[in-house]
């Protein structure tokens, strides 16, 4: 028997989500979503950061079709991946940011319960990633102070079985990339190697920290707690601090987004880039088997938009796209020299292209890889997709 096409599997998959949107509950499949990461997954966090040099898409022509056409802090023309994660699970979009929660009213803390989005535009895996925005370590310790508010709210307890059953989804690594790229364009195989192994490593260390030693300051630290409060704010990975359900979204082949295009002298795409990003991805993978062999309760799944976007570009007519290499708003060579500000070309037909900007994906680009990820084979999604993760209550 013949097997399908990733095309034809999306296609297929776009056809049961429409289904299943029809006849399935609104009621939340999880307690809650938490989302950590970088301009893929930041819904307005860097609204809130002061400074001129801080990544935003608080302005037009975003957010042009996104309900009542605002924009949001979205990179995007209306959703992005994470708002359409989140319509699978049964919620109305991406949770809200957390430093619009950030002042801890019993009310918001309790808005806390259903998730929050702690990503940053511009930000990495490595703190040396990304000028004047929420580093992947801060956001891990935004999340630290959530759960301390919530558990001094409705018990440690409580929260613990909350968390243990919420989901973290985490969209992270191509600022990274990029940073690397930028500082040294013709790595040697050696060179390629040992950064993404380092970046793999971090990567790994923000989901389960490595065991410290015993010094005088942990026993320290250990005789505060006792005496103070069961928070105490030393630096931790999600899994310590109770995330048992972890949903990774890989890094697309961002050497093909209009930006590295720009840079090529024939407009192809840029294979270091590619190369560094097929290289983190895999080391991904084999980070987190590790950590489903090893740690008790950890469950994930490893999206992939690089398969997603593999999938569009090698059949955009099947998939109802018709340009895959120039942005929709832009200017310059293929719309990727500036990004997406009130003064950009804007193309009509947006539901038609596969980038938004610069860098990211469009509303529909986005509505589509959610729907491979969430409902998709072992292709998109892996080794359970993000379904099977959600349902599973094990």
């Known amino acids: 028997m013949a097997t399908a096409s990733p095309a034809g599997m999306i296609q297929a998959l776009l056809a049961l989500a429409a289904l299943c949107a029809a006849a399935e509950a609104a009621a939340a499949k999880v307690p809650a979503i938490y989302v950590f990461g970088d301009s893929?997954?930041?819904?307005?966090?860097?609204?809130?950061?002061?400074g001129s040099a801080v990544p935003r898409a608080?302005?037009?022509?975003?957010?042009?079709?996104?309900?009542?056409?605002?924009?949001?802090?979205?990179?995007?023309?209306?959703?992005?991946?994470?708002?359409?994660?989140?319509?699978?699970?049964?919620?109305?979009?991406?949770?809200?940011?957390?430093?619009s929660v950030a002042n801890r009213t019993n009310k918001q803390i309790g808005r806390g319960l259903l998730g929050v989005n702690f990503a940053s535009a511009g930000s990495g895996i490595l703190d040396t990633t990304g000028d004047s925005i929420v580093a992947m370590s801060k956001q891990v310790e935004q999340f630290d102070t959530l759960r301390c508010?919530?558990?001094?709210?409705?018990?440690?307890?409580?929260?613990?079985?909350?968390?243990?059953?919420?989901l973290f989804l985490l969209s992270t690594g191509g600022n990274d990339i990029f940073a690397f790229f930028s500082a040294n364009s013709t790595p040697t195989a050696e060179q390629k190697q040992l950064f993404t192994r380092d970046l793999v490593s971090q990567y790994k260390n923000h989901m389960k920290a490595c065991q410290p030693l015993v010094t005088a300051l942990s026993v320290?630290?250990?005789?505060?707690?006792s005496h103070r409060s069961e928070c105490v704010f030393v630096r931790q990975a999600l899994y310590d601090l109770g995330a048992r359900k972890i949903a990774v979204i890989d890094v697309p082949p961002i050497g093909c987004c209009p930006y590295p295009r720009s840079l090529h002298p024939l407009g192809a795409c840029i294979?270091?880039?590619?190369?560094?990003?097929?290289?983190?991805?895999?080391?991904?993978?084999?980070?987190?088997?590790?950590?489903?062999?090893?740690?008790?309760?950890?469950?994930?799944?490893?999206?992939?938009?690089?398969?997603?976007?593999?999938?569009i570009m090698k059949h955009p007519q099947r998939l109802g796209f018709k340009e895959v290499t120039t942005a929709c708003c832009g200017s310059g060579r293929f719309n990727g020299k500036t990004g997406c500000t009130p003064n950009a070309t804007l193309c009509s037909?947006?539901?038609?292209?596969?980038?938004?900007?610069?860098?990211?994906?469009?509303?529909?680009?986005?509505?589509?890889?959610?729907v491979a990820i969430y409902n998709g084979s072992l292709h998109f999604a892996a080794p359970i997709n993000f379904r099977q993760l959600v349902d599973d209550q094990s």
């Open 58 to 99: 608080n302005f037009p022509h975003n957010g042009v079709d996104f309900p009542t056409s605002r924009p949001t802090g979205r990179f995007s023309n209306g959703y992005n991946g994470v708002d359409f994660l989140a319509l699978n699970m049964g919620f109305k979009r991406s949770p809200p940011p957390f430093l």
């Open 271 to 311: 294979d270091v880039l590619n190369e560094l990003t097929r290289g983190f991805n895999k080391g991904v993978k084999d980070a987190m088997h590790s950590l489903g062999a090893s740690l008790s309760g950890f469950k994930y799944s490893i999206g992939s938009s690089h398969a997603v976007v593999q999938s």
């Open 349 to 370: 037909n947006r539901h038609e292209y596969l980038f938004w900007d610069l860098l990211h994906p469009t509303h529909a680009t986005s509505k589509l890889a959610a």
């Open 220 to 225: 320290l630290t250990n005789i505060v707690r």
């Open 149 to 166: 508010n919530i558990s001094a709210r409705i018990s440690k307890e409580a929260a613990d079985n909350v968390l243990s059953r919420s």
């Open 40 to 50: 893929t997954a930041d819904v307005g966090s860097n609204n809130y950061l002061p």
